[in-house]
């Protein structure tokens, strides 16, 4: 299969596919004028990255999920610990996102947004740094 057809069955941009060649997670054959050739296990390695990728695994899990799941042996504890990490990792963005959130729609909320010049969005964002001096 060639590179064109892998992009239609996986969804995955050609560039994302010899992205994935060049770090080394498939390795499709070659044929004599240079030309990638994609054998199904490609194929199906690569709709596994795809999905991975999709919940937000970075490619070095991906990496490791992608030799455990071809690891016939793996202990489903070490994919398991895998997922964990990245689901804290998921949690403490939404946190941050949130408190972020909070903090803006707070900002947004004391702004009277009509023609005056004074802005409580500008003013918090402009606030004094704890050693005394002002930002900008």
Known sequence: ?????VSEATGLPAKTIRYYEEVGLVRPSRQGNGYRVFSNSDVHKLAFLARSRSLGFPVESCRSLLALYEDQ???SADVKAIAEQHLAEIDQKLAELTAMRQTLSTMVRSCAGDN???CPILSDLAQEFDDGTKAG
């Open 1 to 5: 299969m060639n590179i064109k057809s």
């Open 116 to 118: 005056r010049p004074d």
């Open 73 to 75: 042996e793996r202990a």
